[in-house]
C-alpha cells in the first residue's frame, strides 16, 4: 500500500514538473514573439522616420491687398484697390547621395483704379518654374542636371492714353534653360547656399505668335485709336462721327491688310508678331540687311546660379540670381554695315538696337529677392524685388524711345499669408 502511495506520488509529482516545463516555454515563446515584434515595428518606424527626413516640403502662400478710398480730398488721387495672389514652394528630396530639388515660384495681381480709361490694370504676373537632379559625388559637392521655364499667365499691355498696346502675352516671351554643371550645397546656422556653375548650358527664348493671334491683335491696333474715339466720344453727335471713322478704317483695312494708312506706329509696329518678336530679339539680321522673324532663339553657352534661404523663427529671406551668356560671337550689325556703305552718314535708323549684343560676356541677368515676417499666425508682411537685364530686349521709356535697359519690380505687401 505505502508503494502504491508512491508511485502515485512520484506520477503526480512528474506530472506537475511537465506542466510546469510545458507553462514556462511557452511564456518563453510569447515573451521571443513579443521582442522580435517589437523590433520589427521600431524597424518599420525608423523606415518611415528616415523616408519622411527624405523629403521637405516648405513654402508660402497668400494674398497681399490694399485700397485706397477718398471724399474731398484736396491733395488729389483716385480710389483704388489691388491685390496679388502669390506662392513660393519649395521640394526637397535627399536621400544617401541623391539630390532632387524643385522650386515653384509665382504670383499675379490686378488694380482697380476709379477712372473712365483703363480701370482695370495687371498689376503683376509672373511664373517661374526650376527643378534639378544632382549626385552627391563629394561632400557638399553635386554633379547637377538643370532645368528651368519663365513666363507669364496673361496678356501685358502698355497702358498709355489711347489705345493700349500688347507689349507680351503668354509665351512671349518665355525663357526655357537646360544645364549640366557642378552644384556646391551648404546648410549653416539656419541658412541653405548654393552655388551652380555650367559650362554646356542652353537657353531658348520664345516670342510665339500664332497666326490667327497676329491677325486679330494686329487688326485691334491698327484700328485702336478708332476705336478709343468711339468708347469716350462725349455726345451722340461724335460718337456716330467716331463709328464712321472706324468703319472706313477697318474696310480700308480688311481690303489691304495690313493696314498701311494708319500712322500712330509705324508699318512693323502695326504688325504684333513683328513687333514683339523685334522687342524679345527672336529675329535676326541676314547679310542682306533684312530681318528674318522668328518664333524662338536657342543658344548655347555658360550659366551661373546662385541662392540663399535663410529661416529664423518666423522671418524668412530668399534671394536667387541667374546669369547667362551665350558663346556666339557678335552677330551681322546693321549700323556698322550701313555706315560702311555710306561713309561719313550718320545712322539714324530705328534698328541700332538689335540682337547683335547677344554675344559672349554680355550677360543675360535675373536677380530675385523675397523677405517675409509672419505674425498672429496668418497675417504676413512681405516685400520682394525682381532685377532684369536681357541685351536684345528693347524697353520703352516716356519719350517712346526703345533701347536695352534694366528693368527693376519692387513690391510690399501685408495680408493674409501662411508659411510651412
Known amino acids: 500500500m505505502k508503494k502504491m502511495k508512491k508511485s502515485i506520488l512520484s506520477v503526480a509529482l512528474c506530472m506537475l514538473a511537465t506542466l510546469t516545463m510545458t507553462a514556462q516555454s511557452v511564456d518563453k515563446a510569447k515573451v521571443t514573439t513579443n521582442a522580435d515584434a517589437a523590433a520589427k515595428a521600431g524597424e518599420d518606424l525608423k523606415k518611415l522616420e528616415n523616408a519622411e527626413k527624405a523629403w521637405k516640403f516648405d513654402g508660402t502662400v497668400g494674398l497681399n491687398a490694399a485700397a485706397t478710398g477718398l471724399v474731398n480730398w484736396a491733395a488729389g488721387g483716385k480710389n483704388n484697390v489691388n491685390g496679388i495672389v502669390y506662392a513660393k514652394l519649395h521640394l526637397l528630396y535627399h536621400k544617401n547621395a541623391f539630390a ?35 549626385w552627391e559625388f563629394k561632400t557638399n559637392w ?61 537657353r531658348v527664348t520664345t516670342a510665339y505668335i500664332g497666326e490667327n493671334w497676329n491677325k486679330k491683335y494686329t487688326r485691334e491696333a491698327a484700328l485702336g485709336t478708332y476705336q478709343h474715339a468711339i468708347d469716350y ?3 451722340p453727335a461724335d460718337k456716330a462721327a467716331a463709328q464712321a471713322a472706324y468703319d472706313a478704317a477697318a474696310e480700308a483695312y ?33 547679310q542682306e540687311g533684312d530681318r528674318v522673324f522668328r518664333n524662338a532663339r536657342a543658344e548655347f553657352g555658360l550659366s551661373f546660379k546662385g541662392a540663399i534661404a535663410y529661416t529664423y523663427q518666423d522671418f524668412k529671406l530668399s534671394t536667387t540670381l541667374a546669369l547667362f551668356t551665350p558663346y556666339q560671337g557678335k552677330g551681322f550689325n546693321v549700323k556698322e554695315a550701313w555706315e560702311a556703305a555710306n561713309p561719313g552718314g550718320t545712322y539714324t535708323g530705328y534698328y541700332e538696337w538689335s540682337n547683335n549684343n547677344r554675344y559672349f560676356g554680355h550677360f543675360d541677368v535675373d536677380w530675385d529677392v523675397a523677405l517675409s515676417y509672419q505674425f498672429l499666425k496668418c497675417l504676413q508682411v512681405t516685400l520682394s524685388t525682381s532685377l532684369k537685364y536681357y541685351p536684345g530686349t528693347l524697353i520703352a521709356n516716356k519719350e517712346g524711345v526703345e533701347a536695352e535697359r534694366c528693368q527693376f519690380k519692387g513690391i510690399i505687401g501685408l495680408g493674409v499669408g501662411y508659411s510651412f
Not at 279 to 286: A, D, L, S
Open 142 to 202: 553635386y554633379l547637377t542636371v538643370l532645368g528651368s521655364f519663365q513666363s507669364q499667365y496673361a496678356l501685358g499691355r502698355e497702358y498709355l492714353d489711347g489705345y493700349n498696346p500688347i507689349g507680351s502675352k503668354w509665351l512671349a516671351p518665355s525663357y526655357t534653360d537646360f544645364s549640366i554643371g557642378i552644384d556646391w550645397k551648404k546648410s549653416y546656422k539656419g541658412a541653405d547656399f548654393s552655388i551652380y556653375l555650367s559650362p554646356v548650358a542652353g
Open 233 to 235: 466720344a462725349d455726345n
Open 100 to 134: 532632387w530639388e524643385t522650386n515653384f515660384d509665382t504670383d499675379f495681381g490686378m488694380t482697380w483704379i476709379e477712372q473712365k480709361e483703363d480701370a482695370f490694370q495687371k498689376s503683376s504676373d509672373n511664373i517661374k518654374l526650376a527643378t534639378k537632379l544632382g
Open 254 to 286: 480688311d481690303n489691304n491688310y495690313p493696314f498701311d494708312g494708319y500712322d500712330f506706329y509705324c508699318q512693323s509696329h502695326n504688325d504684333l508678331r513683328s513687333r514683339l518678336q523685334e522687342k524679345y530679339g527672336t529675329y535676326v539680321y541676314n
